[in-house]
């Protein structure tokens, strides 16, 4: 999808052929709406539940990709260029595991590594995408923190409850903790606090008003576990939820502190006071 809206901000016709229900399926059904109805806006087209089942190479260099959509009919479209995104797996390739004892995941895929990134070895430790835990450069970065920490005789535990996730698509998404679709599998009874950009001052002057903030608490203890934003600086935003999931912050703390005017971070105050009591700029 990131890569959907950079082809088609340039101009490109730019078709999405999604083998599940949504695009973005780790998102809420709300964000992948959203974010769904503007990729159609800017022209791109949604195919989702569809499978790929072949490309042809064309006689002029190009290519012709068929699908099968939701009915299980047959359909076609004229390509210059197909992009193949479905995922990433380690590459351990070259590491010398095979000869040196180093134990891998129950699946074969990855590094076997504790909360401290040690592995099966001791004085071997592993990081990064090789653990095959949460493929994100920040996250890989966090372990190697852990990782020198226990080097070096201090005890530190990898956590990954508050891992944000950054999706530069346009407006951008990013989200945190516990989503709402998750806590609903779960059966974790949780509150939601929400706010439109379309609401915010700064959003507003920048011309970017589409999109919200969605702040998730659990009932049963008033904390913060999770949130989601789309809209303007998302990707930025989402760090001052992290922050509240790590720390296990309750709404009430978060709707307290004091937020810069006008900002697009007062709309992540704001959704915290709706769980609160209401905002003042948003009636619901």
């Given at each position: 999808?990131?890569?959907?809206?950079?082809?088609?901000?340039?101009?490109?016709?730019?078709?999405?052929?999604?083998?599940?229900?949504?695009?973005?399926?780790?998102?809420?059904?709300?964000?992948?709406?959203?974010?769904?109805?503007?990729?159609?806006?800017?022209?791109?087209?949604?195919?989702?539940?569809?499978?790929?089942?072949?490309?042809?190479?064309?006689?002029?260099?190009?290519?012709?990709?068929?699908?099968?959509?939701?009915?299980?009919?047959?359909?076609?479209?004229?390509?210059?260029?197909?992009?193949?995104?479905?995922?990433?797996?380690?590459?351990?390739?070259?590491?010398?595991?095979?000869?040196?004892?180093?134990?891998?995941?129950?699946?074969?895929?990855?590094?076997?590594?504790?909360?401290?990134?040690?592995?099966?070895?001791?004085?071997?430790?592993?990081?990064?995408?090789?653990?095959?835990?949460?493929?994100?450069?920040?996250?890989?970065?966090?372990?190697?923190?852990?990782?020198?920490?226990?080097?070096?005789?201090?005890?530190?535990?990898?956590?990954y409850a508050a891992v944000p996730n950054a999706i530069f698509t346009e407006p951008e998404i990013?989200?945190?903790?516990?989503?709402?679709?998750?806590?609903?599998?779960?059966?974790?009874?949780?509150?939601?606090?929400?706010?439109?950009?379309?609401?915010?001052?700064?959003?507003?002057?920048?011309?970017?008003?589409?999109?919200?903030?969605?702040?998730?608490?659990?009932?049963?203890?008033?904390?913060?576990?999770?949130?989601?934003?789309?809209?303007?600086?998302?990707?930025?935003?989402?760090?001052?939820?992290?922050?509240?999931?790590?720390?296990?912050?309750?709404?009430?703390?978060?709707?307290?502190?004091?937020?810069?005017?006008?900002?697009?971070?007062?709309?992540?105050?704001?959704?915290?006071?709706?769980?609160?009591?209401?905002?003042?700029?948003?009636?619901?």
């Amino acid at each position: 999808m990131e890569f959907a809206f950079i082809f088609a901000a340039f101009g490109v016709k730019v078709s999405v052929v999604e083998a599940l229900e949504e695009c973005l399926m780790t998102c809420d059904h709300e964000i992948c709406a959203q974010i769904s109805a503007i990729a159609a806006e800017q022209g791109i087209m949604l195919y989702n539940g569809s499978q790929v089942e072949e490309i042809l190479p064309t006689e002029d260099g190009a290519c012709v990709v068929g699908f099968s959509d939701p009915s299980k009919m047959k359909k076609y479209i004229p390509a210059r260029k197909v992009l193949l995104a479905v995922g990433r797996a380690p590459c351990c390739e070259g590491l010398g595991l095979e000869n040196s004892g180093i134990a891998l995941n129950d699946n074969g895929c990855g590094i076997k590594v504790n909360d401290k990134m040690q592995t099966n070895i001791p004085g071997i430790y592993a990081i990064g995408d090789v653990t095959n835990r949460v493929m994100l450069a920040h996250v890989a970065s966090q372990q190697g923190i852990v990782a020198v920490n226990n080097i070096m005789g201090h005890d530190c535990l990898m956590d990954y409850a508050a891992v944000p996730n950054a999706i530069f698509t346009e407006p951008e998404i990013a989200t945190v903790g516990v989503s709402e679709k998750a806590a609903q599998a779960a059966g974790i009874a949780i509150e939601c606090g929400k706010f439109p950009f379309s609401a915010n001052g700064k959003a507003l002057a920048l011309g970017k008003e589409e999109g919200f903030v969605k702040i998730i608490t659990a009932q049963a203890t008033e904390e913060i576990i999770g949130g989601a934003i789309i809209g303007p600086n998302a990707t930025e935003l989402i760090a001052e939820i992290t922050l509240a999931v790590a720390n296990r912050m309750k709404a009430e703390q978060f709707a307290k502190t004091i937020f810069a005017h006008p900002t697009t971070s007062e709309a992540v105050h704001e959704a915290a006071l709706t769980l609160e009591g209401g905002s003042p700029h948003f009636a619901g």
